[in-house]
């Protein structure tokens, strides 16, 4: 007998859209975005800092966010990180595709319960 293993959906494809919102909500630096991100708990582990980094300069590039850099009470300067408008209209694109997507699963699990049952 086959032994069968459940995969998780890999966090990392939502990543993009999850900074989005959380910068929605408040401008923040990158290492309280990685706090935040790992208190969301959807990619069911650690959030790995260099793939929020990265996700953050793909993201200012294509012009999704700003940054600026803000002197602190003590340490150095850090980068503030802020949504922008295209941010703001992809954010809402991704959020009808999830919409979408979940839609999807919710038939998926309605036809299991089914056969399930059935079972």
């Known amino acids: 007998m086959s032994e069968c293993q459940y995969t998780a959906i890999p966090g990392e494809r939502l990543v993009q859209p999850y900074l989005l919102l959380l910068l929605c909500r408040k401008p923040g630096h990158g290492y309280e975005l ?4 790992s208190k969301a ?7 790995d800092p260099a793939t929020v980094y990265r ?4 993201m200012e590039q294509e012009g999704l ?3 600026r850099w803000e002197a602190g009470p003590a340490g150095p300067a850090r980068r503030l990180y802020e949504v922008s408008a295209r941010g703001r209209e992809l954010l809402a694109s991704w959020s009808e595709a999830i919409a979408s997507q979940k839609e999807k699963l919710e038939n998926f699990l309605a036809e299991y319960r089914q056969i399930k049952q059935l079972s």
Do not use: A, K, P, Y
């Open 34 to 37: 990685i706090q935040r991100l």
């Open 41 to 47: 708990d959807f990619t069911g582990g650690e959030v």
């Open 65 to 67: 966010v700003g940054s």
């Open 55 to 58: 996700h953050l300069r793909r």
